[in-house]
């Protein structure tokens, strides 16, 4: 087993990581305490090449796996956790979906705006009503001659309306009661008829990422927006879900390793009794502890995501990793916390953003209890959901 990254793929990390560190973090917390999208960022992201990555290079892409793309949202998810939701949903989940089923019609309208970093997409699966139970989908499209009419409320949304959002990929029941073999996907261009974004959400953490409820509303769009086959909406959303869960693993790498780094350089320099607090032991524990979930937690992402390139089954394994990575998130930025004492309860502290943009991993691309039972599934057993 070789564990070693490609010598591109070293190179790459080292690029983003310089890119992280002097263009993404400087401005991290002023965006935070102003709930302001990082247009300009996402704009020098996309000059990078960031937000072409797993697409064809016939799309502006540059074909790269889920390996280097996990590589990418972990260096800037240590910096900034925002940027980082805002790279993973746009080309994960949004373009996910196209990149995968989309016609050629559509890859060629949707993909090359969004490679290069001039366009963003929203994938509207979540709802008001319901969220893991994604079968029971509300939003409805039904046809009219050759078009489709689409009504329903989709909810907590990422990118739904930031100042270049073109175009949303929306689930919708096609058939009567919807289920699993009753949905549809279909893209739809943000300025069409029937389309409204409410005002963004008020967030604990991820709070210069744009997050909305997203309203349809007679919302007419033609044959041509149908993504994929009809009713195979939902084994569609399953199929980049895997993929997504483990970008969102990835994200939580960043942002333990943050948290390490930050309690580590901390620890060195805060001197209580006479020396350093690194120098006591319930400290060193701390710390030690933080690191091993640290790796562990980017052994089992590494791992999903070198499955998914090789073609292999991972549903499980981005199952594992979402759920020991995202956990690993919230215990290091509450330690990290811890470390820093009062110091880490004020909002200066990058500690208390990465505390409060932590709960939010254990929830998002699926709860921590529903990544245990798709495992519990994977071992056999009778799970009911």
């Not at 400087?26 to 102003?34: F, N, T, V």
């Not at 996910?96 to 989309?102: N, P, Q």
């Not at 981005?318 to 811890?338: D, G, M, P």
């Amino acid at each position: 087993m070789n564990f070693d990254l490609t010598d591109e793929q070293e190179q790459f990390r080292a690029v983003v990581r310089e890119f992280a560190e002097e263009v993404v973090a400087p401005g991290a917390a002023e965006r935070d305490q102003a709930e302001a999208f990082p247009l300009d960022v996402v704009r020098r992201m996309g000059d990078l090449g960031l937000f072409g990555l797993p697409f064809p290079e016939g799309y502006g892409g540059s074909d790269a796996g889920a390996l280097t793309t996990c590589l990418a949202i972990e260096e800037l998810g240590r910096v900034d956790q925002s940027v980082g939701i805002t790279l993973s949903a746009a080309i994960g989940l949004a373009g996910g979906m196209i990149d995968r089923f989309g016609s050629a019609e559509q890859k060629d309208r949707w993909l090359p705006p969004l490679a290069r970093g001039e366009a963003l997409g929203s994938f509207c699966l979540t709802e008001p009503g319901g969220g893991s139970d994604a079968a029971s989908t509300q939003t409805r499209a039904r046809r009219d001659g050759e078009r489709w009419i689409l009504d329903g409320v989709k909810a907590f949304i990422t990118n739904a309306g930031t100042p270049i959002t073109t175009f949303h990929v929306v689930i919708a029941a096609t058939e009567p009661g919807g289920g699993r073999h009753g949905l549809s996907s279909f893209v739809v261009p943000a300025d069409a008829a029937g389309v409204s974004v409410a005002a963004p959400y008020r967030k604990v953490g991820w709070r210069s990422s744009d997050t909305r409820e997203v309203v349809f509303e007679g919302c007419t769009v033609d044959d041509g927006a149908l993504l994929g086959e009809g009713g195979r909406g939902f084994a569609q959303c399953l199929e980049v879900l895997t993929g997504a869960r483990i970008s969102i693993a990835a994200l939580a790498v960043g942002l333990a390793q943050g948290c390490l780094d930050a309690a580590v350089a901390y620890a060195k320099e805060r001197r209580a009794f006479g020396r350093p607090i690194s120098a006591y032991q319930l400290l060193q524990g701390k710390l030690a502890d933080m690191r091993v979930a640290v790796e562990t937690a980017r052994l089992a992402t590494y791992r999903a995501a070198w499955l998914r390139d090789e073609g292999r089954p991972c549903v499980a394994e981005a199952s594992i990793a979402k759920l020991v990575a995202s956990e690993a998130a919230t215990r290091c930025a509450s330690e990290a916390l811890q470390i820093h004492g009062g110091y880490g309860f004020i909002e200066e502290s990058p500690v208390a953003r990465f505390y409060r943009d932590a709960k939010v991993l254990e929830i998002g691309e699926g709860t921590s209890e529903i990544h245990r039972l798709i495992v519990a599934r994977s071992l056999g057993l009778s799970v009911e959901f």
